[in-house]
């Protein structure tokens, strides 16, 4: 499958998506649109840019009947992360399953579905495309019968972003979500291949699209008004559970570093915010988990918000080679952090260096600064550095990844890798103009996203 634009490393996209919406499933986020007029439920598309944040059963987007949500159009994840397009009016109408699985949560992936069911061939009645190549192996194809009538845009039915049935959610980032009402349109409508990176598929301009009657396009670009549609109909969407917060820089068209689920220690970490929530679970025991960007060379900036229990809290740098086994992820070789603990120390390959270095209390930022080419790490507090370039581990094999661990059931760090989980009005950004930071971020070093990595990593 071709690469989407995020996990690789193009300083120059042509067309600039400024924001996405982060939703989070443990707090029920979604948009709700209601009352639309009934046009043409045989031909439609939707599109939309993704980065997943919790694997599993999680929503994309879905039509639904107010007064029997059993009678839904949706397309969503499964639970064996299978992408699933299903109609569904009391039977099964349509069914389409993946034999892929989405399992990045470092990826940003365009989800193009276009449905024409009075197309003559039954299989291009629903096309799938994802990261601008179709899809045509499905575990499960049921297709439409000729003419049918779908679940989408029915009278007395509704459209939800990140939700079906007001039980699965979505979880992770969504940008450029549009609907198209009446036209079966190809992936080429949303994308391109770059054309120095032949495998790299990449968002374009959608504004000068036709949306039809009930089409819509959201691009989250308005912070006081996340549902708002900027195709021209006015289709604006209620915001449930999403704030100004949500907002979020990270885009696809400039991917920003979260932690990663899938490098998860012991299982044990929970993870919420788009990723960058990382809280200790009930095993009270030593929880740790990277981050989803590496880098070998550069300097790199990042911050740390210490929430509940912050006297059990590490935070820093470990290389690639260090392990996911044994009890104390933090005392593996390659390990530099920052123990918020004993007057603040430095622990260096499961060793306490001096201490004293000074703490945080819960409402306190700390700034963490990564010098990979001088193998230090430098640790700011209130704008100063308490800990200056210190040495990292010698023990090193190759990237070096932002990590993070903790002990205790509740325990826990937000990092804001340049857009913040929580309100920040510092405004301070790199010298390229990425972040969001509390601090001033030093001279020299840059936030970690993949605009900066193509340029300086």
């Not at 530099?336 to 209390?361: C, L, M, P, Q, W």
């Amino acid at each position: 499958m071709p690469l989407i634009l995020g996990t690789n490393s193009i300083k120059e996209t042509g067309y600039e998506v400024a924001n996405s919406l982060r939703f989070d499933d443990g707090s029920s986020d979604d948009l709700t649109l209601t009352g639309q007029t009934p046009t043409n439920n045989k031909k439609f598309t939707f599109s939309s840019w993704i980065k997943r944040g919790a694997l599993g059963s999680k929503a994309i987007m879905s039509w639904e009947k107010s007064s029997d949500s059993s009678y839904n159009f949706r397309i969503a994840f499964r639970s064996d992360d299978v992408l699933q397009i299903l109609d569904y009016a009391g039977s099964v109408v349509m069914d389409y399953r993946t034999n892929q699985v989405f399992r990045d949560v470092s990826a940003w992936y365009n989800i193009v579905v276009a449905v024409d069911t009075t197309d003559a061939t039954a299989n291009d009645r629903t096309k799938l495309f994802v990261n601008g190549e179709r899809i045509t192996s499905f575990g499960t194809q049921t297709t439409y019968s000729l003419n049918d009538s779908t679940q989408a845009q029915q009278s007395g039915y509704f459209c939800a972003i990140g939700s079906i049935n007001s039980g699965t959610y979505f979880d992770g980032y969504q940008t450029e979500t549009t609907f198209i009402d009446g036209t079966d349109l190809s992936e080429t409508s949303f994308g391109e291949f770059d054309s120095d990176s032949p495998n790299i598929w990449k968002p374009i301009d959608v504004s000068g699209l036709t949306f039809g009657t009930n089409g819509f396009y959201l691009d989250f670009e308005n912070a006081s008004n996340l549902g708002a549609d900027v195709s021209g109909n006015s289709n604006n969407f209620t915001v449930n559970n999403l704030t100004s917060v949500d907002q979020s820089t990270d885009t696809c068209t400039n991917n920003f570093c979260t932690w990663n689920p899938l490098a998860n220690y012991a299982a044990g970490v929970a993870f919420s915010e788009g990723n960058l929530v990382a809280m200790s679970g009930t095993n009270d025991q030593w929880d740790g988990g990277r981050a989803t960007m590496g880098f070998s060379k550069g300097k790199w900036y990042f911050e740390c918000l210490f929430v509940a229990g912050v006297s059990t809290q590490y935070i820093g740098v470990q290389d690639e080679s260090a392990g996911f086994t044994g009890s104390s992820p933090h005392d593996q070789n390659g390990t530099t952090v920052f123990y918020n603990n004993s007057g603040g120390e430095i622990r260096k390959d499961g060793s306490a260096t001096t201490a004293n270095y000074g703490t945080f209390t819960s409402s306190q930022v700390a700034g963490i600064a990564i010098d990979a080419d001088n193998f230090t790490i430098s640790v700011y507090k209130g704008g100063s550095a308490i800990v200056n370039a210190y040495a990292l581990s010698t023990t090193r094999t190759g990237f070096l990844f932002p990590f993070t661990a903790n002990l205790n059931n509740g325990d826990g760090v937000k990092v804001n890798f340049g857009s913040p989980p929580y309100s920040e009005s510092g405004g301070n950004s790199d010298a390229n103009g990425y972040g969001n930071f509390n601090q001033s971020v030093p001279s020299g070093y840059f936030a970690l996203n993949t605009k900066n990595l193509a340029e300086y990593g």
